[in-house]
């Protein structure tokens, strides 16, 4: 199978690697330039950061990239909340042993670009633009950024990895059918770093993700191997005295700092370059259904874009190779069938992805200092120490492989039992106490004797 992939990011890559596996002809074109710097020569390591959890790295696995995707990567154990200038909270993100991973998006993209260059019946392509689709021929035209040529390419497979703002999904888009949404947050990004000399002096663990939570405004910060705190600033992006758009010199952005950030500010030296020399970084939600038309399929941001909230655009998109690819696999040269039922498998729990991401947004934002919501983490935490199988949603997201949609139906159980304990002023009064603990191993007790009669 003579197959083309556009966009080598992170879904493109793993993609090829996947299927030239398997003995098809892979040719994936990106429309930038090479990332990697060409040997002896640094190259430039501005990127925002990601989390990686369990089944993203099962995704990697199967092209046995694991271990070296582990090695540019730091375990995050936890998150540190920043409540204010003086309180921090720390809250665990799983069991002893388990943790996300933050990695650059960008040495994350370059390492996948080393690994695809090295499977056989991969062909890589840079500086090639995708401007055009016929989706019943199967022909796409690339123009070249070298010298502005423009040429046709044909391929049995075509797969559009081109993220978010896919122009092989604008192909689909426009056919009688096909149906299409995006929502874009209120909110975009900026990226900041603080300085590993900086991070250390203030005593900002390096196996957390750091949070300072402000209602409308948020900071993010994620450790990197090297030390260095990768940082996320989110501000709406207009209409508001702290958006984006408002802060226009110097002076207003110290002083959003200093009023909403005090204690973040000594720790980023760059802040002024950074913020201003930056790019904001939008979050969208992407629907498209069908993904597929002809021989012509989606994957990755281009088919199901998330907002980060939850931490698993990247992850979805990794697991939705596997998925694609075991469908090919499965159904030999039947093309149309190997589609449909990709699209039957994967788009539920897309979707269910889709969803939590857009709530758990707002949660993150706005109620992270609220006392109610550490107090409910609190509570889960003891529920999980009594049960350590029993997980919270966010849990069964981060540390298992369930689909999602399966995971959210499985948290029926543990939400029970902590909404009711919320909503006992009682039982919070001593979240370490005996009669809580009476109470959950009675909740469970009963859970389990209803689900054996049943
Ligand atoms: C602020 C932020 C934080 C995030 N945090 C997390 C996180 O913690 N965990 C997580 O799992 N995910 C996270 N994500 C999401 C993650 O970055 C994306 O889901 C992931 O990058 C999707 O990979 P992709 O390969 O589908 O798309 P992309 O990474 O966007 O790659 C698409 C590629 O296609 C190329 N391309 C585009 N158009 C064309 C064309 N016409 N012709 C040729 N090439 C083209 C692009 O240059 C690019 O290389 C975050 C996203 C944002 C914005």
Same mark, same amino acid.
């Given at each position: 199978m003579r197959v083309v992939v556009v966009g080598a990011g992170l879904a493109g890559c793993l993609f090829a690697m996947l299927l030239a596996k398997r003995g098809a002809r892979v040719t994936l074109f990106e429309r930038n330039p090479d990332p990697r710097p060409p040997e002896g020569r640094a190259g430039s390591s501005s990127s925002i950061n990601l989390t990686l959890v369990e089944r993203g790295f099962a995704a990697l696995a199967a092209a046995g990239l694991r271990d070296q995707v582990r090695a540019i990567s730091v375990p995050v154990n936890g998150r540190c909340i920043h409540? $204010?200038?003086h309180d921090q909270e720390y809250q665990p993100y799983g069991n002893p042993g388990e943790a996300l991973r933050s990695v650059s998006r960008a040495t994350l993209n370059k390492l996948l670009l080393d690994a695809a260059a090295r499977t056989p019946g991969v062909e890589l392509r840079f500086g090639q633009r995708c401007i055009e689709l016929d989706v019943e021929q199967g022909r796409l035209v690339f123009e070249s950024a070298a010298n502005g040529t423009r040429y046709a390419h044909t391929a049995d497979l075509i797969v559009g %990895? $081109?993220? %978010? =703002?896919s122009t092989v999904r604008l192909a689909l888009q426009r056919r009688h059918g096909v149906n299409f949404s995006q929502l874009y947050s209120r909110h975009t990004n900026k990226e900041l770093r603080i300085p590993a000399e900086y991070a250390r002096r203030a005593g900002l663990a390096n196996d957390a993700l750091h949070v300072w939570p402000r209602g409308d405004l948020m900071l993010l910060g994620f450790p990197n191997v090297d030390g260095d705190i990768t940082c996320t600033l989110q501000l709406p992006s207009t209409d508001s005295p702290t958006s984006f758009a408002a802060i226009r010199t110097e002076r207003g952005l110290l002083r959003l700092f200093e009023e909403h950030f005090a204690d973040a500010l000594p720790l980023i030296p760059d802040l002024v370059r950074d913020f201003f020399d930056h790019p904001e970084i939008p979050m969208v939600t992407i629907r498209c259904?069908?993904?597929?038309c002809a021989r012509v399929t989606l994957i990755g941001d281009a088919a199901h874009a998330v907002w980060p909230a939850y931490g698993q655009g990247a992850n979805a998109a990794f697991e939705t190779c596997t998925i694609l690819d075991a469908c090919l696999a499965r159904n030999g040269s039947d093309l149309r069938k190997a589609l449909a039922e990709y699209e039957q498998l994967r788009r539920p729990d897309t979707n269910a992805i889709a969803d939590l991401s857009e709530r758990h947004f707002t949660e993150l934002r706005s109620?992270? =200092?609220?006392p109610r919501f550490l107090l409910r983490k609190r509570i889960e935490r003891r529920v999980r120490s009594l049960f350590p199988e029993q997980r919270s949603l966010y849990e069964r997201i981060a540390f298992t492989v369930t689909p999602y949609a399966e995971a959210i139906r499985q948290d029926v159980q543990f939400r029970r039992v902590v909404d009711a304990i919320c909503a006992s002023d009682e039982l919070c009064a001593d979240v370490e106490g005996a009669a809580l603990e009476r109470f959950i191993r009675a909740h469970f007790a009963t859970a389990s004797e209803e689900h054996a009669s049943a």
């Open positions: 409540v $204010d200038r %990895a $081109d993220g %978010a =703002r259904e069908p993904w597929s109620h992270l =200092r609220d």
